[in-house]
């Protein structure tokens, strides 16, 4: 009787599923229902009329209005225009940094992070007021040069392309810091150090630094703030008009259509530029060759300074010269400290619960098959692309409703919903490589030795993540603190956050409260920054 019942129990246990896929399956549930659903739910209020019927009218005008070739045309000049800028700079600093004999490198790498991780639209508001008609030239020259180029496609790229040039610089000095160091030295056995870089070193990062180009593209023709604030009509600043004078769910959602299509055929190219094998190749432990730049030594210190006068010191001196003194900060601080307060806390709740449900869809997207490994790759970049504008849109729809709906909707939750909805697949992207170093093989022994997988993810997998899973913090808690064009959509009156409510002052409120409180935006951003700094520096340290 004892062994029947226990072939019982064990066929029992065998037929339930495991606990890892229950876990697993609720996590993808909710990715479905917080990141999925919303857009859904608007494109299938697009293709419904006035009348309740099946329609293609929110469409029809793409097609044939002359304006919306002129968005598309614009949106699609941004995001190239930013994406070649920014790889254009980024690209030849990643190789200095990661072969050069340049001084102070770990300063350089930090300090030239610093323009991604403040908010986009902050360093458009230094640009304007710089360039913009009562800028800092206007008053220099005593009168106004340069607010046509600042306000204007052009300004735009530029802004952007600052934002994002550190994406590339990581990029390709991790590229180039992979790459063998024994093929290098068997080519300049038979050839010299620049036919070598172009021969061997160059071919073999391009598809990493070509897969960051497309990224960057992405990102920028998603981008609200800049586009906004610099009066530039692309596709995002479009929605957010169609929706925010009209309340037209639909007429928003086709508008972003020709975005989503670019984003999905850049999400593809990118996936084809970069396969698994590139995004998990370990660190080479044969060094490549230093490069000895030589007579060319001062001047690419001098201009690595430039751009470092250029992208990180101008922005950030010129905001604290608008904000006039440290009295006038702290005045705006006090009068602002509701909001400074709201986004401290909720980017903060909102970080540590994204990072939660991503850490679960990194495991399920680091070890999945390829081909699942791929669809899950292309959904990450497509949600995260998904214009912030058309999110908060989709949640208004989604959530404005009576009941509990309705009272979550009334509620700061709501901000912490738009965070999961934006950030959970990036910080699944940034995850899932750190799920592919943990060997399968510590997994399969805890099994064995009786350890159900909740134990085996507390015990054996998250602590060999902590450096990814701290990175997922600190990259999930700044764009949070930073984001716009959801929140100025979906925040209850009364609950307004930081990035809000410099937004709403722009055009009311003296420019040097307004330069204060987006000073004190991006000083706030580099304490994570820092902080996180510390912690990699201690860990390699430790090892």
């Known amino acids: 009787m004892g062994k029947i019942t226990h072939t019982i129990r064990l066929?029992?246990?065998?037929?339930?599923?495991?606990?890892?896929?229950?876990?697993?399956?609720?996590?993808?549930?909710?990715?479905?229902?917080?990141?999925?659903?919303?857009?859904?739910?608007?494109?299938?209020?697009?293709?419904?009329?006035?009348?309740?019927?099946?329609?293609?009218s929110n469409y029809s005008h793409l097609i044939w209005e002359p304006r919306q070739h002129g968005l598309l045309i614009s949106s699609t000049l941004l995001g190239a225009g930013t994406a070649i800028l920014a790889t254009a700079i980024g690209a030849p600093l990643g190789l200095l940094l990661a072969r050069a004999d340049l001084p102070a490198k770990g300063l350089l790498r930090f300090a030239f992070?610093?323009?991604?991780?403040?908010?986009?639209?902050?360093?458009?508001?230094?640009?304007?007021?710089?360039?913009?008609?009562?800028?800092?030239?206007?008053?220099?020259?005593?009168?106004?040069?340069?607010?046509?180029?600042?306000y204007s496609l052009s300004g735009a790229i530029a802004v952007l392309g600052v934002?994002?040039?550190?994406?590339?610089?990581?990029?390709?000095?991790?590229?180039?810091?992979?790459?063998?160091?024994?093929?290098?030295?068997?080519?300049?056995?038979?050839?010299?150090?620049?036919?070598?870089?172009?021969?061997?070193?160059?071919?073999?990062?391009?598809?990493?630094?070509?897969?960051?180009?497309?990224?960057?593209?992405?990102l920028a023709i998603s981008?609200?703030?800049?586009?906004?604030?610099?009066?530039?009509?692309?596709?995002?600043?479009?929605?957010?008009?169609?929706?925010?004078?009209?309340?037209?769910?639909?007429?928003?959602?086709?508008?972003?259509?020709?975005?989503?299509?670019?984003?999905?055929?850049?999400?593809?190219?990118?996936?084809?530029?970069?396969?698994?094998?590139?995004?998990?190749?370990?660190?080479?432990?044969?060094?490549?060759?230093?490069?000895k730049l030589g007579r060319l030594r001062i001047p690419a210190i001098?201009?690595?300074?430039?751009?470092?006068?250029?992208?990180?010191?101008?922005?950030?001196t010129v905001l604290g010269f608008e904000a006039g003194s440290i009295e006038r900060v702290m005045v705006a601080a006090r009068s602002s400290s509701v909001a400074i307060m709201n986004s401290i806390v909720l980017a903060s709740v909102g970080a540590l619960l994204v990072v939660a449900l991503a850490v679960l869809l990194g495991y399920f997207r680091g070890r999945a098959q390829s081909r699942l490994a791929v669809i899950a790759d292309l959904i990450f970049i497509v949600i995260f692309a998904v214009p912030s504008t058309v999110v908060g849109i989709g949640l208004i729809g989604l959530w404005n409703r009576s009941g509990i709906l309705g009272q979550i909707y009334t509620s700061p939750a709501i901000i912490v919903i738009s965070y999961l909805t934006r950030f959970v697949p990036v910080a699944a992207l940034i995850l899932a490589p750190s799920v592919r170093q943990v060997p399968v093989t510590s997994e399969e022994a805890a099994s064995l030795a009786g350890a159900?997988?909740?134990?085996?993810?507390?015990?054996?997998?998250?602590?060999?993540?902590?450096?990814?899973?701290?990175?997922?913090?600190?990259v999930a808690f700044i764009f949070a603190f930073g984001e716009l064009g959801a929140t100025v959509l979906v925040a209850p009156p009364g609950e307004s956050t930081l990035p809000v409510r410099v937004y709403t002052l722009i055009a009311n409120a003296p420019s040097a409260e307004v330069a204060a409180l987006a000073l004190m935006q991006a000083c706030i951003v580099l304490v994570p920054l820092a902080l996180f700094s510390i912690f990699v520096r201690h860990k390699r340290r430790s090892l």
């Open 11 to 56: 066929l029992w246990a065998h037929m339930l599923p495991s606990s890892r896929n229950v876990i697993i399956s609720i996590a993808v549930g909710l990715f479905i229902g917080l990141c999925v659903m919303p857009f859904a739910y608007m494109f299938g209020l697009s293709l419904i009329d006035s009348d309740g019927n099946l329609s293609l």
């Open 113 to 150: 992070i610093i323009p991604l991780v403040i908010p986009t639209y902050v360093l458009a508001l230094a640009w304007v007021y710089i360039g913009g008609p009562a800028g800092i030239i206007s008053q220099v020259i005593g009168r106004d040069l340069f607010s046509g180029w600042t």
């Open 163 to 218: 934002a994002y040039f550190p994406l590339s610089m990581l990029a390709t000095e991790a590229a180039i810091r992979r790459v063998d160091g024994r093929l290098e030295e068997a080519a300049l056995l038979v050839t010299g150090m620049r036919r070598m870089l172009w021969r061997i070193t160059f071919p073999l990062v391009a598809p990493i630094v070509a897969a960051t180009t497309l990224i960057i593209f992405v």
């Open 223 to 291: 981008e609200f703030g800049v586009p906004s604030l610099l009066r530039v009509p692309v596709f995002t600043t479009e929605v957010f008009t169609a929706f925010a004078s009209l309340y037209d769910f639909g007429a928003a959602t086709s508008l972003a259509t020709p975005l989503l299509i670019l984003v999905i055929i850049a999400a593809i190219l990118s996936r084809l530029a970069i396969s698994d094998r590139d995004l998990t190749t370990h660190r080479s432990l044969h060094e490549g060759l230093p490069l």
């Open 302 to 316: 001098v201009s690595v300074g430039l751009l470092l006068v250029l992208s990180v010191l101008l922005p950030l």
């Open 452 to 474: 159900n997988w909740p134990r085996t993810l507390r015990h054996i997998v998250l602590p060999q993540m902590r450096v990814g899973i701290a990175a997922a913090l600190v």
